[in-house]
């Protein structure tokens, strides 16, 4: 079955960070654009960063533009989201799913990773 496990989360301070990673499996990786998204606490799910199914087109929410990168190893299912400068208002639980996220008619969304930035 499909799934996404997200890892590399964790407590840094501001200005800090972070490289997280997806492990997906249970469909054909390559075939699709991937996604980066968070939910801070209280608040809806938000897209972060997509990245197109060659890793040719990558995209970016404003406030992340110039901090965040996306990139992918399809060799691995992998995807990733490094993270630097980060900023209180990036704490969030992070998830990574297809593009859109609708895609898969089995998909669903992995258990996250926390990341909190605070001093």
């Known amino acids: 079955q499909v799934q996404f496990v997200e890892s590399g989360g964790g407590l840094v301070q501001p200005g800090e960070s972070l490289r997280l990673s997806c492990a997906a499996s249970g469909f054909a990786f390559s075939s699709y654009g991937m996604s980066w998204h968070r939910q801070a606490p209280g608040k809806e799910r938000e897209w972060v960063a997509g990245i197109s199914s060659v890793g040719g087109v990558t995209s970016y929410l404003d406030s992340v533009k110039g901090r965040f990168t996306i990139s992918r190893d399809n060799a691995k299912n992998t995807v990733y989201l490094q993270m630097n400068s980060l900023k209180r208002g990036d704490t969030s639980v992070y998830y990574c799913?297809?593009?859109?996220?609708?895609?898969?008619?089995?998909?669903?969304w992995g258990q996250g990773t926390q990341v909190t930035v605070s001093s």
């Open positions: 799913n297809v593009t859109p996220p609708t895609a898969l008619p089995n998909g669903g």
